[in-house]
């Protein structure tokens, strides 16, 4: 075990994906529910991997700040989008650390971005209503020198999914369901 991470069960997982790479492929899923105002409850029930399904319970409660017209009681999206890109990243060193023999004392990762709300509330059609730039910055020690962290640095960088996904254009493919008056769901 080196940084929390069983190595040798690492290792074994990249031979398994190298040697039949349909083991590697992955599916997840996530169902949201809105709970009132800015409130919605999403729950995760199981992912795949392999083609094996695996379960999961898990339950993630998103709200707005007070100034946002929420009221303030969990984390809100962008609060979630900057957590799920830091976890990805944490993963990424403590793997790859591990991986190659470097022990991690701190790992602590910040996370900025500014958002113009003139986009998202549609008053200038000229302004994102996202993200122009999403800043991180890593802090760590541990016993590799700097050269080897900043080695990490970048394959961390190259093979984060979180890290990708918001650094490139994703395909979405959209759908929606209306419920009429006289007619019920189709699920």
């Known amino acids: 075990m080196l940084n929390g991470i069983d190595v040798d069960a690492l290792k074994n997982i990249t031979d398994q994906v190298t040697k039949n790479p349909r ?3 992955t599916s997840w899923g996530a169902t949201t529910t809105w709970q009132g105002g800015t409130r919605s409850d999403t729950q995760i029930n199981a992912f795949s991997v392999g083609g094996e399904t695996v379960e999961r319970n898990f339950n993630l409660k998103v709200d707005e700040p007070s100034e946002f017209l929420g009221t303030n009681q969990f984390a809100n999206p962008q609060d979630y989008l900057l957590t799920a890109l830091n ?5 990424g060193y403590a ?13 602590r990762i910040e996370t900025t971005g500014d ?9 200038d059609p000229t302004v994102k209503n996202g993200y122009d730039t999403i800043k991180f910055t ?9 050269e080897q962290f900043q080695n990490i640095h970048e394959k961390v960088k190259a093979s984060s999914p979180n890290l990708f996904n918001l650094a490139n254009p994703i395909n979405f493919e959209t759908s929606l369901i209306v419920k ?4 019920p769901l189709p699920y």
Not at 87 to 91: G, K, L, P, Q, S
Not at 180 to 183: C, E, I, Q
């Open 115 to 123: 958002i113009d709300l003139r986009g998202f509330l549609g008053i």
């Open 138 to 146: 890593v802090f760590i020690t541990g016993d590799a020198t700097a």
């Open 23 to 25: 083991q590697g492929m």
């Open 180 to 183: 009429m008056a006289d007619r």
């Open 95 to 107: 793997t790859l650390c591990a991986a190659e023999g470097i022990k991690i004392d701190i790992l």
């Open 87 to 91: 976890a990805c990243i944490i993963v």
